[in-house]
DNA sequence: CGAGTCGTTGAACGGAATCAATCGTCGTGG
DNA sequence: CCACGACGATTGATTCCGTTCAACGACTCG
């Protein structure tokens, strides 16, 4: 029970709705009536500043969901446009909010489940602070190895886990390949190993 | 009330504790019983992995909770280490369910303080992505500026600013002085105010 | 069998980190 | 009360390394 989507099912009615590339989710100063989960696609959250430009706020890919904060406030604060064609679930937020008053142990996964959110943005942002490609990469699989074993899964394509990184997938690639040839990972597929802490 | 500190005094008694430089908090394996609050100082969390190493996880600010999703689990994940003198807030972790359980509209305020914190991630995560320095700077006060007036109070160190935006304080300033220069800001001391959007 | 995407490697450029030095301010203690 | 240290703010010069552009092979899917 990792996700929003898994633990609202369990209680709350949802509705699910198809969008076209650029098609608009919300707009700023709707009023603010859903949550949303990203079936599959992507989400883009922007802000309109002064001067009319927009800064994005946020991606959501497929499997996050987004405009939580929505529950407590009456209109939502960004736009929320589909970046690709995209499935949504919609979770009406005073749905959710009856819920939680009703169902304390809901309440409750319901933290855990932001809780588990917030550590996880933490970590991530933290590795951002590491200057060094090599290293930033050999951290996060330090940080994602199981314990005994020192095997890492990755459970999405390379490219991406270079996005998440914060790095050009070409250099992701050469770190990759470096840090084989010098014996401190062993790749195979979509599974890498740890070896040996070349880095100290 | 945009702190868990904010929220829990109301509800749940809380303990205090000065930490010296290098002093251990709790440490990974421990059984998980307080949340905490950094009122003063910094602290570390770090986790161990394979070989002995040790990978940084976060580091916590004053003001700042930690360890929230000890709510949740049996043992803490990580080590917390006073990485300076510091002053930490305890709240025990079952008063904490307890008090939830039974007040709802406290849980509910909870799980706000966390999508506050979760969309506030977000953001700078989001930030961290716009690799040119100078667009991130200016990113960043778009997105913070009154909408009105397009001013922005910095309430903390410009250098500190630096080290949240991911960049070296001496190209921080640097981009600042250019901006001020061409005209697409002014500054005066703590606040900065945006006159143009140099950058499409 | 093409279109699209992932994976991979090479070469060149640019910009941010880094090292270094200076100034101003604030607090502190002798 | 002044000397000193600590730290924020600032600017200059240099280095380095990650991005970018480019090109190619492998593979999947319609």
Redesign the interface.
């Known amino acids: 029970m990792n996700t929003l989507d898994d633990l609202l099912k369990n209680y709350v009615q949802s509705d699910k709705k198809h969008f076209q590339a650029g098609d608009y989710i919300f707009m700023q100063g709707d009023s603010a009536r859903y949550i949303y989960i990203v079936v599959e696609g992507q989400v883009r959250l922007e ?1 309109f ?3 009319g ?1 927009s ?5 959501a890919d497929s499997g996050e969901s987004f405009a ?2 929505s ?2 406030s009456d209109i939502y604060h960004c736009n929320a446009v589909a970046a690709v064609p995209s499935e949504i679930i919609f979770y009406p937020g005073d749905s959710v ?1 009856d819920a ?3 169902n ?2 809901m ?2 996964q ?3 489940v ?6 996880s ?6 590795l ?2 590491i200057l060094s490609a090599r290293e930033r990469i050999f ?1 996060y699989l ?2 994602n ?1 199981s ?1 005994d074993s ?1 095997v890492i899964v990755v459970p999405v394509p390379f490219k991406q886990l270079a996005v998440e990184l ?1 790095l050009a997938h070409e250099t992701f690639y050469r770190e990759l390949a470096a840090m084989e040839k010098d014996g401190t990972i062993r790749r195979s597929d979509r599974s890498i190993t ?1 070896l ?2 070349s880095l ?1």
């Open positions: 802000r500043t002064i001067e430009r800064v994005i706020m946020h991606m939580e904060a529950l407590f909010l939680m008053s009703k304390s142990f309440a409750t319901f933290i855990a932001f809780a588990h959110q917030v550590r943005l933490r970590t991530r942002l933290e951002r602070n951290r330090l940080l190895a314990p020192g914060g740890i040996r802490s100290i």
